[in-house]
């Protein structure tokens, strides 16, 4: 069956631009993480959503980070007004309902680099 | 801050022979850890985990091992195969939540 697909794949933007990142969970998925990765060091948890329940926003590293997602479908993660430390490449994760940790399912990402 | 740590950023094995993926944690906290592997152009994915309550657990040729007092978890795979080759993550969390902290990764390679 299909996975977690996110878009675009590759992101080039201007510093100072607005960007938007994509992901479609795995249907029926009802938990969704977004993650990012910088040049050498680990994923870096962003924001969960879970259902209906208010998100976890808690990894968010700044203001210009938000992140949508309606219902259990798409998702989107907005960074507003780019700095060149956001490039970086973001994963997005999908879960079933009340699936334990192992049970993330990763997109291939989107590597978003500012200039 | 890096609360997990992998400081081998890459490991060449020849196939056959067993290869040994180390990890380091910071935060005594942690107490579910797990292993995800990353092929190029692709999303990580789950490879093996240990609670805390263990020191040991084994699915195949991948075996995890816990050391609390040290901090350090490691995984070992034997033999090694060609595709075995990828990126690989240690991961941890404190009972289970969704904070979990990766390590950057070491970049495996099996030569046939």
């Known amino acids: 069956g299909a996975g977690v697909s996110q878009s675009p794949s590759n992101k080039v933007t201007e510093k100072g631009k607005d960007v938007e990142l994509r992901c479609d969970p795995i249907?029926?998925?009802?938990?969704l993480y977004w993650y990012r990765q910088r040049l050498g060091q680990g994923l870096e948890f962003l924001i969960y959503f879970q259902g209906n329940s208010a998100p976890d926003k808690s990894g968010l590293p700044s203001d210009r980070f938000s992140a949508e997602r309606t219902g259990e479908s798409v998702s989107t993660l907005t960074i507003q007004r780019t700095q060149q430390e956001d490039s970086a490449v973001y994963l997005c994760?999908?879960?079933?309902?009340?699936?334990?940790?192992?049970?993330?399912?990763f997109g291939p990402g989107t590597r978003l680099t500012v200039t | 801050d890096q609360q997990v740590k992998q400081n081998s950023p890459s490991l060449s094995v020849q196939e056959g022979r067993i290869s040994i993926l180390n990890c380091d944690y910071t935060n005594s906290m942690f107490d579910y850890f797990l292993w995800y592997k990353k092929y190029p152009a692709e999303g990580p994915t789950f490879l093996i985990s240990?609670?805390?309550?263990?020191d040991k657990n084994e699915d195949g040729r991948f075996t995890v091992f816990l050391n609390k007092s040290a901090k350090h978890l490691s995984l070992h795979i034997v033999p090694s195969q060609p595709g075995d080759s990828a990126v690989y993550f240690c991961?941890?969390?404190?009972?289970?939540?969704?904070?979990?902290?990766f390590g950057a990764g070491t970049r495996l390679t099996v030569k046939p």
């Open positions: 240990i609670s805390s309550i263990k």
């Open positions: 249907s029926g998925h009802t938990a």
């Open positions: 994760a999908s879960s079933p309902s009340g699936g334990a940790l192992y049970e993330q399912y």
């Open positions: 991961a941890a969390s404190v009972g289970g939540n969704n904070d979990m902290r």
